[in-house]
Protein backbone atom coordinates (compact mmCIF):
# COMPACT_ATOMS: atom_id res chain seq x y z
CA UNK A 1 0.00 0.00 0.00
CA UNK A 2 3.09 2.00 0.81
CA UNK A 3 4.36 1.54 -2.36
CA UNK A 4 1.45 2.50 -4.27
CA UNK A 5 1.20 5.70 -2.58
CA UNK A 6 4.64 6.78 -3.19
CA UNK A 7 4.08 5.74 -6.68
CA UNK A 8 1.97 8.07 -7.00
CA UNK A 9 3.42 11.06 -5.48
CA UNK A 10 6.22 10.65 -7.83
CA UNK A 11 3.53 10.44 -10.64
CA UNK A 12 2.11 13.59 -9.64
CA UNK A 13 5.47 15.24 -9.09
CA UNK A 14 6.59 13.78 -12.65
CA UNK A 15 2.92 15.60 -14.26
CA UNK A 16 4.03 18.99 -12.94
CA UNK A 17 7.62 19.47 -13.85
CA UNK A 18 6.13 18.35 -17.56
CA UNK A 19 3.45 20.68 -17.62
CA UNK A 20 5.46 23.96 -15.70
CA UNK A 21 7.41 24.49 -18.88
CA UNK A 22 4.46 24.63 -21.22
CA UNK A 23 2.31 26.40 -19.42
CA UNK A 24 5.63 28.90 -19.00
CA UNK A 25 5.60 29.20 -22.49
CA UNK A 26 2.05 29.53 -23.23
CA UNK A 27 2.23 32.67 -20.64
CA UNK A 28 5.17 34.57 -22.47
CA UNK A 29 2.90 37.54 -23.19
CA UNK A 30 3.09 38.04 -19.42
CA UNK A 31 6.53 38.92 -19.67
CA UNK A 32 7.27 42.26 -18.15
CA UNK A 33 8.76 43.78 -21.26
CA UNK A 34 6.41 41.93 -24.07
CA UNK A 35 3.62 43.60 -22.58
CA UNK A 36 4.57 47.19 -22.74
CA UNK A 37 5.34 46.81 -26.72
CA UNK A 38 2.63 48.13 -29.00
CA UNK A 39 0.90 45.90 -31.41
CA UNK A 40 1.02 46.67 -35.19
CA UNK A 41 3.22 45.98 -37.84
CA UNK A 42 7.19 46.59 -36.53
CA UNK A 43 10.17 46.70 -38.96
CA UNK A 44 13.25 45.05 -38.08
CA UNK A 45 16.16 46.62 -39.47
CA UNK A 46 19.56 44.82 -39.29
CA UNK A 47 22.43 46.78 -37.62
CA UNK A 48 25.21 47.30 -40.23
CA UNK A 49 22.86 46.46 -43.17
CA UNK A 50 20.03 47.39 -45.33
CA UNK A 51 18.70 44.34 -44.67
CA UNK A 52 14.77 44.46 -42.54
CA UNK A 53 12.15 42.51 -42.27
CA UNK A 54 8.39 43.63 -41.39
CA UNK A 55 6.27 41.62 -39.04
CA UNK A 56 3.24 42.08 -37.50
CA UNK A 57 3.35 42.46 -33.47
CA UNK A 58 -0.37 41.10 -32.32
CA UNK A 59 1.95 38.21 -29.82
CA UNK A 60 5.20 39.84 -29.31
CA UNK A 61 6.49 36.66 -28.40
CA UNK A 62 7.55 36.26 -31.56
CA UNK A 63 10.70 38.89 -31.11
CA UNK A 64 12.21 36.09 -28.84
CA UNK A 65 12.86 33.22 -31.65
CA UNK A 66 13.41 35.66 -34.62
CA UNK A 67 15.95 32.74 -35.95
CA UNK A 68 13.73 30.13 -35.31
CA UNK A 69 10.37 31.76 -36.23
CA UNK A 70 6.68 29.41 -35.75
CA UNK A 71 8.98 26.50 -33.86
CA UNK A 72 7.70 24.86 -30.64
CA UNK A 73 10.72 25.60 -28.71
CA UNK A 74 11.36 25.11 -24.68
CA UNK A 75 11.93 28.86 -23.36
CA UNK A 76 13.73 30.36 -19.75
CA UNK A 77 13.65 33.40 -18.40
CA UNK A 78 16.95 34.52 -17.64
CA UNK A 79 16.10 38.25 -16.74
CA UNK A 80 12.63 39.89 -16.92
CA UNK A 81 12.50 43.78 -16.40
CA UNK A 82 10.54 46.70 -17.65
CA UNK A 83 13.53 47.78 -19.54
CA UNK A 84 15.25 44.38 -20.40
CA UNK A 85 13.82 40.92 -21.51
CA UNK A 86 16.69 37.82 -21.84
CA UNK A 87 15.42 34.61 -22.89
CA UNK A 88 16.89 30.76 -23.45
CA UNK A 89 15.43 28.96 -25.95
CA UNK A 90 15.70 25.38 -27.57
CA UNK A 91 14.26 24.10 -30.37
CA UNK A 92 14.56 20.38 -30.63
CA UNK A 93 18.18 18.26 -30.10
CA UNK A 94 20.29 20.63 -31.74
CA UNK A 95 18.55 24.16 -32.61
CA UNK A 96 18.76 26.90 -29.37
CA UNK A 97 19.33 30.34 -28.82
CA UNK A 98 19.45 33.20 -26.59
CA UNK A 99 17.81 36.70 -26.96
CA UNK A 100 18.32 40.10 -25.22
CA UNK A 101 15.54 42.67 -25.93
CA UNK A 102 15.91 46.24 -24.54
CA UNK A 103 12.94 48.76 -24.83
CA UNK A 104 13.80 51.85 -25.53
CA UNK A 105 10.24 52.97 -26.07
CA UNK A 106 6.75 51.32 -26.04
CA UNK A 107 7.34 51.54 -30.16
CA UNK A 108 11.38 51.23 -30.32
CA UNK A 109 13.56 48.04 -28.93
CA UNK A 110 17.17 46.89 -29.68
CA UNK A 111 17.08 43.29 -30.54
CA UNK A 112 19.97 40.77 -30.38
CA UNK A 113 19.90 37.21 -30.81
CA UNK A 114 22.39 34.21 -30.80
CA UNK A 115 22.69 30.73 -30.69
CA UNK A 116 22.36 27.73 -33.64
CA UNK A 117 19.72 26.81 -36.40
CA UNK A 118 20.37 23.97 -38.63
CA UNK A 119 23.93 23.17 -37.12
CA UNK A 120 24.73 26.89 -38.01
CA UNK A 121 25.81 29.65 -35.73
CA UNK A 122 23.81 32.95 -36.23
CA UNK A 123 24.39 36.28 -34.64
CA UNK A 124 21.51 39.00 -35.06
CA UNK A 125 21.18 42.73 -34.04
CA UNK A 126 18.15 44.65 -34.89
CA UNK A 127 16.81 47.91 -34.38
CA UNK A 128 12.98 47.32 -34.22
CA UNK A 129 10.84 49.98 -34.60
CA UNK A 130 6.80 50.01 -34.92
CA UNK A 131 5.65 51.63 -37.85
CA UNK A 132 2.16 51.21 -38.56
CA UNK A 133 -0.53 49.10 -38.07
CA UNK A 134 -1.48 45.97 -39.74
Same mark, same amino acid.
Given at each position: ???? /? ?15 ? $??? +? ?6 ? !? !???? %????? +? ?5 ? #?????? =? ?5 ? !? !? %?? %?????? =?? *??? $? #? ?10 ? =? ?6 ? +? +? ?7 ? $? %?? #?? #?? $??? &?????? &????? *? /??? =?
Amino acid at each position: MKAI /TLMKIISASIAVFLVFP $ISA +TAHSSELT !L !LSSL %QKGEW +TLKERGS #QTSKKL =CLGDPAI !L !L %QI %QHSGAA =CS *RYV $I #QDKPGILRVSYK =CGSSDHGV +T +TIKRESSGL $I %QL #QS #QG $IKA &NAPFSL &NYEGR *R /TGS =C
